[in-house]
């Protein structure tokens, strides 16, 4: 696994397990983002995976209340950044953004 983005000493089990599988989920997402959308040719592992990592360790680390009580995380404005990288940044209509964040649930929840 690569090194966490975030500080994790205090997560929980649930979010260390959910942390465990970053790379895969992250990778996996990438590959079906690729096979899917067309406008993905283009960019470059960097550019397309943008803050995705920053924004599943956020997501991680809502299993540990204790961390998010400290931290104030808002998710919301890390998925919000991405999509408005993506707008400014790629030939990505509002239909291919979404499509983008659905990919990722979708992955997320296999």
Known sequence: MTAS??????FSLGSLRMLSLR?????VWEEQLRGTLTRTGAL???VLIDTMPVL???MCSLLTPAYFG???IDV???AAEHGVERANLTDYDPEAI???????RSVLFD
């Open 76 to 78: 919301s404005a890390i």
């Open 98 to 104: 979404l499509a983008e964040f659905q990919i990722f």
């Open 70 to 72: 400290r931290d104030g």
């Open 5 to 10: 983005l975030i500080p994790t000493d205090r």
């Open 44 to 46: 470059s592992h960097p």
């Open 56 to 58: 599943y360790e956020r």
């Open 23 to 27: 790379d895969t989920v992250l990778r």
